[in-house]
Structures are given as C-alpha cells and as structure tokens.
C-alpha cells in the first residue's frame, strides 16, 4: 500500500517533518511492507521554508540580518530547485526568520519600535542569487510598520514634513510626508514577488494591522489608535506619491501591513499561502502515486476549512479519488465542516491520550500510536 504523510506543523510542539516521521513509525509497526512518503507541509509561516527546500531538493542559506529591535539576529532563505537544467529559479523566505515576534522578549514588545528592516534585508541578500521569484511568507510578525522598514533596507527613503528622513519603526508611520523610490533596488523590478498569506484584513480600521494584531505584539489601546493613524497616513502618501491605492486590499494588514508594503514597492501579488506552497512543491503529482493521504495539523476547527493545509492536501486527492485521514491534537465542534472538503476520518491526540495535556507531553508518541491505529483499521479493511 501506498501512504503518502502531508502534514503541517503542530505548533509549539513538532515540525511538519516530525510529525510525519512519528505517524509513519507507527503505520510501519503494523504495515512493515506498506511504501510511505513523508512530505512536509506548510501555510506560507513558519515552516514553509523547510518544507519547500525539503520537497524540491533545495538549499538553506543562513544569512545575518537586523532584528525586529535593531539587534542582529541569524536568519536563513530557501532556495528551490525544480530541475538540475533550471538551477534555483525559486527563493522562499519567512518574514517570522528576520521581524518574527519570537524574537523579542515578552517585556520588549512594543510595535511602536519593532521593525521589518530585516525582512527587507533577506530580500536583498535574496537577490543576489538573481532568482526569477521570491516567495515571501508572512506572519508571526512582531510588527506593525507597513512594510516600510523592508523598504528602507532596499533603498526607500521616508521624510517627514521638515524633510528630515525618517527612522524605523511604527512610530514613523504618522511623520511620512514624502516618499523618495528613486533608489529602489532595480531587481525588485525584474523580480516576481508572491506573498503567501490567509490574512484578509485590510490595512487599518477597525479589522485592520493596528486593532487586529496590534495587541498580540505588545501594543496598548493607546498605541493601537497611533498606529492605526500611523497606517492611514501611510497609505495616504503611497497613493499621492506612488500612484498606488492599498487602503482597501484584502489582506493588505498581513503581519502588520508588510503585505501593503510588499505590494506598493515591490509589486508583490497575495496569493493563499497553502496554495502556493502546494503548487511549489508539485504535491499534486506524488498524492497520485498514493492509495491513501494523511494529513493534519495541532487543531482541527472551522478555521481548518478556510485555507488550512489538511483542507488543502485534501482537497487534491479528492479530485483523484483518493481517501484522507487526517491526525490532529485536538479537534473542536467546527471541524466538521472538514468532512465535506475531502477528509474521511479524523484521529484526535487527546482522545488517544486521554487528555490534551497529555498528548501535549508526549506528541511524538502518541503520533506513532495513531499511526498503529491507522494501520491496524486498514489490514482490518484489506
């Protein structure tokens, strides 16, 4: 029998790439004469890296870049390779790697003074490799400046009204007068740029960067009404200066608006983060080859069904006839609605524990174990 394990991450405890080794272990305890393939998989955050490099045969270039508080910090990019003749035609990156909010201590979170200069900073270390195009993967952000940070390290100027430049930060957004591109770098020019993002929010109001996410950074009240400012004002000036309207794009206000930021200078497009990630590694091709696809993630909900990677994978191998399992931690009410987008069966880390604390303790175990559970149900059915 053929199994193909596509799972993503269950975040906070295993990587994608882990999870399915730990599933696989156990189907090989039952089924030592089963064929399985492990494909990590990702949304367009953390993890998308790896798994594209890994799907494709990639490299990791591990690069220093400056940290979402102007510290240095290390951070990598993907390169992806998708035949011997084309060479790496492909980079990905995780903005989370260069601005993520992991990177600041809870105490110094304060979006009025965190930055994507670094993400901007792997976008041009990027382009040294002369890539046809950049995946650029965001969230997890510990930001809230629009982008504009990723601009300044690629030679955006900002001034405010006295025409003094600008620094970095949040705080500058409300000070923008004039923007100068006139130093861009000219390959983001020649460069196609995706972001991978299941954000929608535009850039500001009340379901914007600031309202919406600016809280989980670090932002008080107070801060969030600066910033939301900050951003309509940002938005004013790119439409006079640039030409460019962003103040109503879906999903504009992705990691802080560095989606609105991706779009007006570097004319990124916004694509489904899953999507981009299964069309990159060519998945569609290997669920084929497979009698059965298992999938999953930490949390099965109704969000699961709005651009999730169980609902993703599934969705293929239902094209092809092919049936879904899918393993998860833990699984609410809404993950019903799974059911109808192509997943057959769900198997539940705390129902095999015995309690979500448990199967937190222990996640590679238990993964194996429902593995032996799979397994044993499909020699039951053979």
Known sequence: MNILIAPDKFKGTLESREVASAIAKGIKKKMPGSRIMIFPMADGGEGTVDALVRATRGRIIEHEVTGPLGEKTAAFFGLISPSPLQGFSTAVIEMSAASGLHLVPPKARNPLHTTTYGTGELIKAVLDYDPGRIIVGIGGSATVDGGMGAAQA????????????????????ERINRIDTSCLDPRVKRTKILVASDVSNPLYGPSGAAYVYGPQKGAT???????????????????????????KVAGAGAAGGLGAGLIAFFGAKLEAGVGLVIKATNIADKIREADLVITGEGRIDAQTAFGKVPVGVAGIAKQEGIPVYAVCGQKS???????????????????????????????AAYLEEAGEIIASQLNLTR
């Open 154 to 173: 690629l030679g955006v100027r900002f001034y405010a009204d006295n025409d003094t430049e600008l620094g970095r930060g949040g705080q500058e957004l």
């Open 333 to 363: 009410n809404g993950a019903v609605t799974v059911y109808k987008l192509g997943i057959d069966r769900i198997f539940v880390l705390s129902d095999i524990a015995g309690s979500i604390k448990a199967a937190c303790e222990k996640p």
């Open 221 to 247: 009240p107070d801060m969030v009404k600066r910033l939301d400012k900050g951003l309509r004002n940002y938005a004013h000036v790119i439409k006079r200066d640039l030409k460019k309207d962003i103040s």
